[in-house]
C-alpha cells in the first residue's frame, strides 16, 4: 500500500479490516460468554456438573432479595446516565464559550485521572457521618459522635449513584467538547439568538441534538457501566440487598464452590438487566426528541433566563468539587496520625504511611505503565485501522455522515456491555487449555479487550467529522493514501488521537479482575496492589494507593491537553478549541 | 526507646543461637530430597495483601528462604482467598493438572474445605515437616479445621481467637463491659446504635453468629456433626430470637452493616459503634501503632469462652514447586518465624507452636515478647469455643439473608 502512490484502496480489503477488527477483539467475550452460559445451565464437569439442567436458574430466582438487587442496577444505570447526560447539556448551553467553560476544560485531566474507587472514597469520606460535612457541623450542634444515619449505603443507591454521577460527567464533558466543533456551534447560536431564543434555550434546540448525535454511544457505555459497575458499588451502595452486580462477585467468590452455577446464571440476568437498561433509554430517546419538537413548534423563547444559569452549574460544579475535595481528603488521610471525629483536620502528621508504600510501589508501576502504553498504542493502531477501512467504504462521502455499521459497533462494545465477572472465568479456562501461561504480552492483549472500545469510542465520531476534502487535496497533489493518513490525517486531528490514547491509557490502568485473572498475580499493577491493599480498610494507604493510582492517568490526560497546544502553537487554525 | 532496642537485641542473639541449634539437627534423608528438590524453585505464595504489617512480614519470609534454602517466595496479594480458589477451579477446568500458578495459599475453614472436597490440593504434607514436632497438637483446631479433619493437606500457620475491644475513654473500663452474648444484648440495648457486626458471609460476621449460637445453645455437641434439618429450626431458634432482639437496637437500626472488620475498626475510631471484635487478639495493639485506632482502645474477652481456630498453608494439587512450597511451609512453623510473627511490632499473631515442646531459650522469647497495651496475655484470653461443622455455617448464612437480607 505505502509504494502505490494512486491513493486509491480497493474495497474488498477494507471491508475486510472493518469486520476484522472489531471480530478480533469480541472474541475473547464471547469465548468468555460460553464459559458461562454452559455452567448457566449446569455444565461444568469440574465442579462436578455433567448434565444440562435449569436448577442455577431455580436457584437464583429463589435468592432472597433479587428483584430488589436487579432494580438497583436497572435504576443506577438508568438515572446515573441521565443527571449525567442533563448536567453536562445543561453546563454547556449554559456556559459554552464562557470563562466557565475554558475553565471546565482546563480541571478536566485531574478529575479523568481519578479511578473510581478513589472517587467513592473520597465522596464517602466527605458525606458519610463521620465525615468533613458532619465534622464542621459537630462544633455549631454540638455533637462529639457520629449521628446514627445511614447515608452512605442508603437502601435506594443514592449515594452509590451520585459516586457514579461525579466520575461519569466529567467522562461525558470530555467527550462532549471533542464533539463541540463538529456541531457548528457559533452559527447556530447566532441563528437561534437572532430568532430570539435565550442563549440556554437555542443552545439545548440547535446545538446540543448536534453534539448528542455524536456522544451517543459514550452515553449508552456509561449506562452499561452504571448498570453493572462492582467497586463504586461495594462502597457507596446498599449491602441489603446490594446490586445485582455486587452479589455476582460474592457468588462467584463465594467458598461453597457449587453456587458457581447459580452465579453464571446471575451473570446472564444481569446481561438481561444492562439490556434493558439500554432499550429503555433509548426509548428515552425517543421521547426527549419528541418532547423537543413539541418545545419548538410550541414557540416560547425562555429568553428570561435569570438564576437558570447559575442552577445549570450545579450538577458539573458538584461533581468537580466533591471529585477534587475528596482527592485532598484522601492525601490529608494518607498522611494523618490517628485523627478522630470530630476533628477537621489531623492533630499530628508524617509520611510514614508514604515511606512504606513508595519502596513497592515501583515495580507495579512499572508494569503499569508498560502494560497501559503498549495496550492504549495498539488499540489506537487497530482502531485507526478500522475507522480508516470503513471510511473508505464510502469514497464519495463528502459531506455524508460515515458512520460504523450496527454490526461492527455492536462487536467493538461488547466488552463494554457484558460484565466483566461474567465472561473473565470462561476466558480464564480457555487461555490456560491453550497452555498460554501468564506474560506482558498475554495482558497487553487482555487489557487491549477493554481498552480498544473506549479508544473507539472516543475517536469514531472526530475521525469521521474531517472534511474528506482535504485528502481529496492531497492526492490531487500527487501523495498518497498513506501520506495523507500520515500528513493530513492525523496531525489535524492530534488532539482528539492523544485524548483516546490518554482514555485507553487510563482505561488499562484501572483494570483490576483481567489483571489479577489473567495476570496469574504474576505481574501486579499498581490498581491489584491498591485493591488488595483497600481491603485492609487502612484510610492511610488507601489515600496513598489512590493518589498514586491517580498519578499516571493523570500525567496523560495533561500530555494529551498540552502537547497540541505546543506542537501548534504556530498554527492559528489547529488551536484547540 | 532505649530499653526496647536492648530487648530487640538480646532477642537476635537468641535467635541466632536458636536458628544455629536447628541447623545442628541432622535432617532426615527424605527431607534432605525435598531440600535439593526446593533449592531454585520460585513459590507463588497466595495470600490476603490486606495488611501491611503481614505484607512486610511475608517479604521478611521470602528473604530467609532465599538465603537459607534457595527458594524464591512471591508473595501474590489477594484481596479474597476466593479468587485462588476460582484460578485452580479454572485450571482443574481446563486440565491443567501440573503446572499449576498457584504453589502455596493462606486458608481455613470454608475455604479448605470446598478445595478439599473438590480434590484442589496436594496430599497430606504437614505432619512430615521437620518442625512439626514443635507444633500444639493438643489444640484440636491445628489438625481438625471447622470440624472437618486436614488430613495433613494444610499446615497450621497462626492462631485465631474471638477477642472484643472497645475504647475506654468513651465506653469506660473494660470490666464494666459486657461478659456473655446475653450481656451484650443487654448492653446494646442500653446503648442504641453502638454495636454492629459485618452481614455474613463475610468471615468475621459468620464467625460472631457462631459465637452467639453457641452460648445460646444449651447443647452446643450437637454442632460437632453435620447440620440436620429435622432440627435445624429448633435448634438454631434462640439464635434467631437473640438476633430479632437486637436488630432495632444495632448501628443504623440494622438496615446497614459494616462491610467487614476493617470496616468495623474504622467505625470504632469514627465513635460511630463503641464494641468491635476481632479474630486476632493483637490487632487493636497493632491499630494503635500504625495510629488507626485511639490508645485508650482495651481488650476484653467472654469469660465463658469465645470461639477460636487456626489458620493453615496449604498446596494446591498441580502445584509446580510443591518441594520448594513445603520448605516454606515449614520455616513459617519454625520457633523463629513464628516469634517475629507472634511480636506485635511485626504482626502480632499467635502462635501455633506448643510452649512446653520448645528448647528453653525459644521458650524464654516467646515470654519476652511484648504484647502491648491493648493485647491481652494467652492466659487471659479465656476457654475456646470450637468451630461448628461448616455445614450449619452454610444453613445459617442462608437463613440470616433470608430474614434480615432484604
Redesign the interface.
Known sequence: MAGNGNGRLSKAPGAAIALAVPALLALPVGVGLVGVVLPAFGY?????GEAFSLAPFRQLLAT??LG?SALLSLASGLVTTAISTLGVALFLAAFHGTAGDRLARRLLAPLLAVPHAAAAFGLAFLIA??GLVFRLLAEPLGF???P???IV?D?LGLAMMAGLIAKEMPFLLLVAFAALPQADPVRRMRLSASLGYGRMAGFLLTVWPGVYRQIRLPVLAVAAYASGVVDVA?ILG????APLAVRLV?W??????SL?FMASAGALLQLAVTGAVLLLWIAGEQLTAALRRRVTGGGRRFAEEGATRLAASIPVALAGASVFFGLSWLFVWSI??????PDVLPPSADLSTWS??LP?AAGPLTTTFLVAILSASLALVLVVMLLEARRRQFPAAAGRAVRLSPAVAGLIYLPLIVPQIAFL?GL???L??L?L??SIPLLIAAHLVFVAPYVALALADPWFAVDPRYEQVAASLGHGAVAGLFRVRLPMLTHAVLTALAIGFATSVGQYLPT??IG???L?TIT??A???????????IGAYALLQTLLPFLAFTLSGTLPRLLWRSRRAMKPA | MVQNRVAAMAMAASLVFAGGAWAQVAPDAAWQSVLDEAKGETVYFNAWGGSQNINDYIAWVGGEVKQRFGVTLNHVKLDDTAAAVATVVAEKAAGKDTGGSIDLVWINGENFVAMQEQGLLAEGFATELPNWQYVDTSNPSVTVDFTVPTKGQESPWGGAKLVFFSDTARSGPVEAMPKSAGELLEWAKAHPGRFSYPAPPDFIGSSFLKQVLIETTPDPAVFQKPVDEANFEAVTKPLWDWLDAIQPVLWRSGRDHPQNYPAMKQMLADGEVEIIFAFNPAEASSAIAAGELPDTVRSFTFPGGTLGNTHFVAIPFNSSAKAAAKVVADFLISSEAQLRKEDPRYWGDPTVLAMDKLPEDDRDAFAAIDRGIATLPPSQLGPVLAEPHSSWMTRIEEEWKRRYGN
Open positions: 461444568l464437569p469440574a465442579l462436578g432472597p432479595g430488589t457521618p463521620s462529639d459522635r457520629p446514627d444515619l445511614l449505603g437502601p461495594l446498599p449491602s441489603l440487598p460474592a462467584m467468590n463465594d467458598p461453597d464452590l458457581r494523618a496520625g490517628f485523627w478522630a471525629f512504606r508504600v513497592n472465568f480464564q479456562v480457555t490456560l487449555s497452555d501461561g501468564p489479577l485473572l496469574a498475580g504474576r501486579p491489584t496492589e485493591v488488595a491493599l483497600a481491603s485492609g480498610g487502612n484510610r492511610r494507604v
